[in-house]
Structure formats: C-alpha cells, structure tokens
C-alpha cells in the first residue's frame, strides 16, 4: 500500500488510534479494518476451539491428541504445494476468498455430520482445526505484509496485533456465554458468520488498495510471478530458511514449557490430595478442580498481560528499536524464565515465568516475526509464509513429543528439562543473530524512517 496523502488534519480515526501506535494521515482507516477483520477471524477461531474439546472427548477420548501433530503435518506435506499451485494462478483476493469460501464450508459439512452423528467427526474435526488455525492466520498476515510497506507495517502491526489478542479473548468469552444457549454444534454457524464478515472486510481492504493508485491496483489483481512451491522457495532462500527454523526453535522450547508447567501442576494437584488437603471433595474431583482453578487463572493472566503490552509497548519499541532488537526479547527473558525453573522449581515461580513467556510470545514476538516478511516478495508472503508458519510449527510439536517420550524413558525430572530448554535457547539466539545480519540487507535504516 503506498503512503496515503497527508493533509492539514488528522481524520478522526487517525487521532483516536495515535495514543497507541504512531498512526499517519490516512492510515487510521485500512488499520482499523485489518484490526476488526483480525479480531474477527480470532473470535471465530477461539470458537472453534470450544467446539473441537467435547467432539474429540466424546468421539474417542484424550488421548488420541496424541497423533494429531504427526497426522496434521503429514496433511500439510500435501496440502501446502496444492496451495502454493493455486496461488500461482490467482491473484491474492481470489487466493484469500476461495481459501476463507473453503474453511467456512467445512462448518457447515462437520455441523450438518455432528447433527447426523457421523462416526469419527471427532477426530476429524480435531484435525482440521490445528490445519484451519496455521493455515487461515498465517494467510491474513501474508494479506497484511502484502499492503503495507516495511516502514507501515513496523508502525501500525501493533494495531493489527491487538486485534488478534482482543479476538481471543473475545472468542471464549462468547463460547461461554452462548453454549448453554445454543448448543456446542450451533457454535460452528457462530463461527461461519464470523468468518464472512472477515471476507468481507478483507475484500474492502484490498478494493480500497487497488483504489491506492495504478500500481496498488495492477499489484493487488497480478497472480503470483515466482512459480516455485512454498517449500522451494525456503529451501533455497537463506532469510526464508532461518524464519522457519526460528518458529521450529521457538515452538519447540515453548512446547517443552508447557510440558514442564503440567507437569509440575499435576504433581501439586497429587500431592494436596495425597495430604489431605481436599476440602472435603474426592481425591480425583479434588484434584480436577485443582488443575482446572490453576489454569484458568493462568491463561487469564497470560491474555490479560498480552493485551497490554500488545496496545501499549510494541508499537513503541518496534518504533523506536526496530525489529531486530525486538527478537531478541522473548529469548532473554525465556532464557532467565528457564533458569529460575531448573534451580528454583516452585510452582508459583514457574506459573510467573510462564506467564511472562507466553504474554510476550502473543504480542511483542508474534507482531516481529510476521513483520519479518514486510521486506519479502509477494510469492514469498503468500507462500513460503505458508509453508513456515504451518509444517515448521508442526515440527517443533514433534520434536517437543519426542523429547517428552524420550525423557520419559530416561526418568528426566523438571530441572533437566529446563536446561535443555536454556540449551536451545541458545540455539535460537544464533538464529536471531543470522536472521538480524539478513533483514539489515533488506532493510536498510534509511528506509524505516
């Protein structure tokens, strides 16, 4: 998207957004759309999720979560090239329209199968909703690289970036409130509303792009020029390659943390109970309620502080440090967050560190690694993007298991699962450093004033 035209005064929307990201005249517009169609697309998303617990308990039990990773990223081996082929042949508003068109069919086929008590829906649907979330996000924020300009975007993705926190929140509030209502199944209608109204606003986003000037226009109908896969095209771009390894790293370490904090958890939820500590309740309810008290106040803490930093302190720091210098963040403090675990394992302090983690992984972090594609080309945001953000991740879920087994096996306890966590915290700081050294070639400073 090209510089908007500055007037005398700042329209309204440009005012009310500047407490919380340095908005320009005429931006305040296209960055309140992106943000509701995010927080739309997040909303819808959180629903699902309440959908997919009671359909794969029901349709089978926990424990077949266990091959869901290895089955998504098996899907998405084949589904990624049939993506990046489409995307060849298309122009981006087809490509967004006809994916978004065909996740939001997918409801209404799993609501009219629940309704007819289809054998195995639970699974199914399990499934689709790991490969709709990679998928579905990484594709808006391809869409919002691709309009605005490395300098927009580190100003105004903090806006974006709040929407998406707000939409999750929003998300299962909305679950709760209306599923004593409605029903689990009516949800997915919930849900399939949502999503058309963020097609909708993403098409007026892009109409409003192409009425930019002649070369938004001729950008936002062209197809894709670069006919390699996603996968191609980050096998053989060095930048693109140590984007995915960052997002392998940081979902392995992540993983592994939420591994540790369950686990941890589940064994002072065993030990009041063994202690007597139950108020009266059953030892097995005693220690349900523990467990399920704990967490919601976790990850009401964890999108609380998210939502803060979000609105008040990316846009800031990505102002005035950069992207670079914002990468680093999340691993200093992961790194300390580790530490503090393996020597000191104290539930209260591991919640803290988790917390702290995990709030600047949604904002901060979230906001500079998809800013990372700003300088990238259009086939690259639309589909090499794709191919990190979905098998990438995925592969950081493996490897987390992996170890988890492995560690089984071997009677690890919660401190060597910190330092190995501290080791490969290590590991993502080389990458940050390479992907500093290649952004800074993209990017020259001059450009970011």
Do not use: C
């Not at 068109?101 to 629940?114: D, E, K, R, T």
């Not at 689990?184 to 058309?196: H, K, P, Q």
């Not at 191609?232 to 592994?256: C, E, W």
């Not at 995925?394 to 492995?406: C, E, I, N, P, T």
């Amino acid at each position: 998207m090209t510089e908007p035209h500055a007037s005398g005064q700042k329209r309204f929307l440009d005012r009310l957004l500047t407490p919380f990201a340095p908005v320009r005249p005429g931006e305040g517009l296209d960055a309140i759309l992106l943000m509701l169609a995010v927080f739309l697309l997040l909303t819808a998303y959180y629903i699902i999720k309440v959908v997919r617990e009671p359909l794969i308990l029901a349709g089978g039990g926990a424990e077949l979560k266990s091959y869901t990773s290895a089955t998504q990223a098996v899907l998405l081996l084949f589904l990624i090239p049939v993506y990046s082929g489409i995307a060849n042949r298309v122009n981006r508003m087809r490509l967004i329209g006809g994916s978004t068109l065909f996740f939001l069919s997918n409801l209404l086929i799993f609501y009219s199968l629940a309704h007819a008590g289809a054998p195995g829906l639970g699974v199914a649907f399990f499934i689709w909703v790991g490969i709709f979330n990679l998928m579905i996000v990484a594709q808006f924020w391809s869409f919002a690289n691709d309009v605005y300009t490395p300098e927009q975007g580190r100003r105004l993705f903090a806006i974006l970036g709040f929407g998406q926190t707000t939409g999750a929140i929003v998300g299962g509030a909305i679950s709760r409130a209306l599923i004593g209502v409605l029903g689990v199944y009516e949800l997915m209608l919930v849900a399939a509303g949502l999503l058309a109204l963020y097609l909708l606003l993403v098409w007026v986003v892009n109409r409003r792009s192409g009425l930019a000037g002649a070369a938004d226009g001729a950008i936002a109908e062209a197809p894709m020029a670069d006919r390699r896969g996603g996968f191609a095209m980050v096998a053989r771009d060095r930048y693109l390659l140590l984007i995915g390894l960052l997002l392998l790293v940081l979902n392995f370490v992540n993983t592994n943390g939420e591994y540790i904090l369950g686990r941890v958890v589940s064994g002072e939820a065993a030990r009041l109970a063994a202690d007597g500590a139950t108020a009266g309740l059953p030892p097995e309810e005693f220690v349900r309620q523990f467990i399920g008290s704990f967490y919601a106040e976790y990850f009401t803490w964890v999108n609380a502080l998210s939502a803060v930093i979000q609105i008040f302190l990316v846009a800031r720091i990505l102002q005035r440090f950069g992207v670079r210098v914002a990468l680093y963040v999340l691993p200093l403090v992961a790194f300390g967050a580790y530490g503090i675990v393996a020597f000191l394992p104290v539930l209260a302090l591991i919640r803290a560190a988790k917390i702290s983690e995990n709030s600047l992984d949604y904002s901060l972090n979230n906001t500079a690694r998809h800013a990372l594609f700003l300088p990238t080309s259009r086939d690259a945001k639309y589909k090499a993007k794709a191919a990190i953000d979905t098998i990438f991740v995925r592969a950081g879920d493996l490897l987390s298991a992996g170890l988890v087994f492995a560690g089984t096996l071997l009677a690890l306890g919660t401190r060597q699962f910190a330092l190995i966590n501290m080791g490969l915290i290590l590991i993502w700081f080389v990458i940050v450093v390479g992907i500093g050294r290649r952004h800074r070639a993209l990017v020259p400073r001059e450009e970011l004033r």
